[in-house]
Structure formats: C-alpha cells, structure tokens
C-alpha cells in the first residue's frame, strides 16, 4: 500500500469523523504567584494558567468569550491558525474585529485545517503579558511521525512581568526614554511555574510540544544526555534534524522527539534559561540571570541531579531546517515588499518603532471591514490609512524583505500564512541585496522568525488566503510602539460580499466604532482621509476602558 494513499484514506476519515469542540469562557481577573510574588493577573473561568485549546484537524472549534475584566477590553488571537475562509476570527483589534468591551460576549468560530503546535493570547493593546495566553494543541490523523513516539507532552515557556501592563506601558511610552529601553521581566516560567517535572518510563519516546508565550525574550533550552530531535516548527513539518540546544523566540513553536533512557539509574536535569541580551552571540559579556531547572524523572525513589549547568549556547541553526513535504522554493516573485525597521518618535516625541519610517496607528475603521466595504477601491492602499498598508492580488507570489537596523535580534510573526523562509544570515550582514544565491532548493517553513542584528531576512509566500493579516515583530512592546506592516491579501475577493458576523457588529456599535468606510470612517469619499488617525493616543493606558459603554444590546 503506497504511503500517498495511506495519507489520502487518513486525510479523508479525519473529514469523516470531525467534530465540534466547543470552549465557555469567562475571562477574569484572579490572583496568582508562579514565581513566588502575588499578582492580579488575566486567567479563564476563575483560574490561572489559562487552559489549553485541543482539537483535531478537521474539527470546528466554537469559543465563547464573555469579558468579566470590569475596566478592560479584551481580544484573542489564534496564533499561527491561518483562518482560511474565517477571516474575522483572527482576532486583532482594529484589524479584524472590535475589542470586546467589558460585560460582553463574543464568539470565535473556526475550522482546524492544520496540525501541530499554536498557542493564543490576547491580541489588544499589549494584553497578553497580564496572562492572558496558552497553548492550542492540533492533533494530526495523518501524522507522519506517527508510530515513532509513545506520548505527547507540552512545553510553554514565558518571560513574568510583576507590574500590569498599563503601568509598564507608562514607562514605556515616556518622552523620557530616549534609548527606546522595553520593560524587562522579572522572572522566567516553564509552563507557568518554576517547578516542571517530566515523568519518563524507560525505553519509551516523548514527543515535546515546545511553545514560547513571551513577550518580549527568548528562551535557551538543553536536556542533560537526552538529543532532541526536532521534527515540526510553528505548526510545519520538518525533516528530522538533531539539536542539542535552542533557542525558542517569541511565539516561536518547536516540535521534538525525546528518547528516554534505556534504564532508570538515574533522574535527569533540564535547562531553560531566558536571553535577555541584545545579541548573545556577538555581546562582549551575555548576561543569564533568569534560570529554570526542570527535571526528567524515572525513579521518583531516586534524588534529583544538581542544578544544570551550560557553559556556552550554541544552538541549532533553523535555517538548516527542511520541509518535510519537500516543498520547493517558490518561483519568482511578482510582490515584492522591503520593511526597513527602526526606531523613532512620532509628532509628539513619543517613542515608537517603525518600518520605512512610518509607525502602525489603529484606525477609526478595522482594516477589513474597510476592505470589504469600499469595493474596488479597497486595492487602494492609501484608503487604510496609517497602518503600513499593502495590497496583493490573489495568487501572487509575495517577497518579503526584513531589514533589521537595530543591534539586537527581533522575532517577526505573519498572521494567515506559514512562510518559506529564504534567507537569514548572521549579525552584521547589513541590508538585502536582491541577490538569490543563498536560497535554498526547499526551505522551512514558518509564520514567526528570528532576524538578527544589523541583517535581515526573506521570506516567501503565495497570496491565497484572502483576508487582512499583520506582520509584526513578536516583542510584544515593539506592537505597542507601531512594529507592525498590514496585508491587504485578495482585496478583489474581499470586495465580493463579506458580510461582518453579529457579534463582531455588536462590539463595534458597544464602543460607537465605524464599520464602513476608509481609515477614517469616510463612507463617501474613500480618498478623502480627514479625521483618520495619524499618532497613537498618549498616554496609552494599554487595554483599560476610559469612555463610558452602550451595553442595551447584551444577551446571555
């Protein structure tokens, strides 16, 4: 029986035996202290760490949200789920929907169309570091990995912030700093806590579901004389490859393989340790002050090892990767898109960051329900206003250059799309030449890579999901500050039909929110953009509701 038609029959039944799966939930505020100090933070249904998302390819997931926070907004974002046919489900605000007011319900409404590891958090105003994040787990029916490993396991690991995320957004956002200095967390977490431990049985494999949750740093990961096999990223397939360190950015997703011990002489260590350092590689002196041991216990009998100890990271190198489908790079592209990032400050001498220049600012209307309201003058880039817009017809293939003029490393994540990814070389390499030669035959592919300092990267895609997907740096500070570009993806499509689902409606009329028209709300003349917004509010109180709610509307 050939192996494409074991992957057909299974592809199919998993068509057939697809199901609903449906979450309830109450997003609250509850106390928690994973390192030890007490906060308030964002958890689901009166409890922290939020839970997991589960499902299988070809399910339909149903999340409903009702927003218990009293005082903020809220929004999540389905991370690395592509939202084929769903587009209004993505999440961001002031992108795909309204933010959910508080005291309201709003429900999320998707079809599984890829397996692997994702995770969600709120997409609003730089919610998600208060907690509001975990992990989505998809399994695969067809899973060629299948057969190679005994029991799946999840990994998350997360920078910890004490402060809430308004009072570091003051910080941030301050005329008085002037070196663009992101707030710095105060500890690091191993799925929400500083005491993990693995229970492994002998002779046995462990597929390891790796997430990063964080919001502004990396982590650095080794298990003592245990080789880790990396077989998927950000949700793709990956031929297999070894690793005996790695470094997991910002809302980055590894998938291992973990073979346990043959005997159970002894208990094992394991090492997470966060890397704060602009370029860890490269600075004069690395600094690790945030460690996590975890533990792979075989003999609960047994004492557990000392503290793991790594002398030096030096970490797979991802682009070595490749796509187990065997994918070839795609052909010449015929969109071709150059972000330049830098920092810099907007009229009022607030610090942001921007590509070519220009920082993201949310408009009076979300992007698409611009673009499915101004018909064919939806391909019009300039009627969205200031959120770096650009327009790509269905099919095109999209190039899309990174050049990172900062001196630290960056992680920028694609909403809607994994990516190929054709170049990123080391720190120092300077801007993009438009030469080709270093591309692979097949690249990897993902939707968040890392780009280094004073480099870049290149990545390809083929515009076939229609839709409004950001690309933005995954350090969850620079969004706040405008790091952020917009795909106008199929706009053609878009302009055939759409219609904004109920809820969605019901948030925007709540917080008397445009549905129709330019960036500015201009329903008449879309090239006339008076009104529309051209600096961010400051101060930025973050997600915190200031003006008061029209709620008549609610149901249960």
Known sequence: MSNTFVFLFLSLMSVALAGTVTYDWSIDWVTAAPDGFSRQVIGINGA????????????????KVYNNLGSESTGIHFHGLNQKGTQFMDGPSGVTQCPIPPGSHFTYTFQIDEPGSYWYHSHNKGQYPDGLRGPIVIQDPADPYAGQYDEELVLTTSDWYHDTVPVLLQRLLSPSNTIFLPPFPNSLLINDSQNVTFKFMAGKTYKIDIISMAAFASTFLQFD?????VIGVDGSYIQKHDAYQIRVAPAQRYTILLNAQPTTRRNYAFLASLDQNRDYLNDPAPRYPFNVTGYIVYDSAKPLPAPYVVNKWSIVNDFTFVALDNQALLGKPNVDIRLDFTFCLDSAGIPRACFNNIDYVTQKVPSLFTAISTGVNNSNPAIYGRVNPYVVKKGDIVQLTVNNRDLAIHPFHLHGHQFQVCEKPSSGKGTFNGHVRNFPAVPMKRDTI?????????????????GVWLFHCHIEWHVVMGLTATIIEAPEVLAAGLSIPDDNQAACRAQNISMAGNAAGNTNNFSDLTGANNVSSYPDRGQVISAPLTLTWLTA
């Open 48 to 63: 922290w760490p939020c839970p997991p998302i589960k499902a299988t390819v070809g399910d339909t997931v149903v999340v």
């Open 225 to 229: 004389s245990h080789t880790m096999r």
């Open 450 to 466: 890392s780009v280094n300092p004073n480099s870049y990267a290149v990545i390809r895609f083929v515009a076939d999901n229609p």
